[in-house]
T-cell receptor
Framework: AQTVTQSQPEMSVQEAETVTLSCTYD???????LFWYKQPPSRQMILVIR??????QNATENRFSVNFQKAAKSFSLKISDSQLGDTAMYFC??????????????FGTGTLLAVQP | DSGVTQTPKHLITATGQRVTLRCSPR?????VYWYQQSLDQGLQFLIQ???????AKGNILERFSAQQFPDLHSELNLSSLELGDSALYFC????????????FGPGTRLTVT
């Protein structure tokens, strides 16, 4: 069974600095997606970034970028120029890509990020 | 705002009762997913519907059931409620059944007393 591990329960970063959140996963499949979701205090789940496993290029979305290491099964999130609004729980998630069949998200346990002024 | 709506926002009920949670997907999305977020289990996939048909089941208890209606809204029914069912229940939607881009609603906070 696929598993997602986030080994950092909590992290803290100063405003305007850079922080990296770690995620590892376990799968024997070759085709899959990886995601980072943000859950602020409002509890809304917000998709931050997505990476397709077949793409070698790391995904970026403005201040958010990932370091995808397929062989190592590692998928870290880098947040540059951290802002107070980035304070949230961050979940790493995995999804197999079975083509036309359904695919479910498998989540890690989350990393609580606090951005300090 | 993701475009996915869920009602009610909060629900407080007693053990043994039955409740219904409602979800309206984003306009144009045919696929609806239900997830449960609890302190002890984390975020877990419960069930998926695509265009009215059940597509996949996850860790959904037999006391729980769901359906998707012709207008594509979905309902999650929870019966014989136990204290351990207290959780945040999310609905997510996507255009395709593959669900590679799921957008989450604001969730329904269920408290069982």
């Amino acid at each position: 069974a696929q598993t997602v591990t986030q080994s950092q329960p909590e992290m803290s970063v100063q405003e305007a600095e850079t922080v990296t959140l770690s995620c590892t996963y376990d799968t024997s499949e070759n085709n899959y997606y990886l995601f980072w979701y943000k859950q602020p205090p409002s509890r809304q789940m917000i998709l931050v970034i997505r990476q397709e496993a077949y793409k070698q290029q790391n995904a970026t979305e403005n201040r958010f970028s990932v370091n995808f290491q397929k062989a190592a099964k590692s998928f870290s999130l880098k947040i540059s120029d951290s802002q107070l609004g980035d304070t949230a729980m961050y979940f790493c998630a995995f999804m197999n890509d079975y083509g036309g069949a359904t695919n479910k998200l498998i989540f890690g346990t989350g990393t609580l990020l606090a951005v300090q002024p | 705002d993701s475009g996915v709506t869920q009602t009610p926002k909060h629900l407080i009920t007693a053990t043994g009762q039955r409740v219904t949670l409602r979800c309206s997907p984003r306009s144009g999305d045919l696929s609806v997913y239900w997830y449960q977020q609890s302190l002890d289990q984390g975020l877990q996939f419960l069930i998926q519907y695509y265009n009215g048909e059940e597509r996949a089941k996850g860790n959904i208890l037999e006391r729980f059931s769901a359906q998707q209606f012709p207008d594509l809204h979905s309902e999650l029914n929870l019966s014989s409620l136990e204290l351990g069912d207290s959780a945040l229940y999310f609905c997510a939607s996507s255009v395709t059944p593959r669900g590679q881009e799921q957008y989450f609603g604001p969730g329904t906070r269920l408290t069982v007393t």
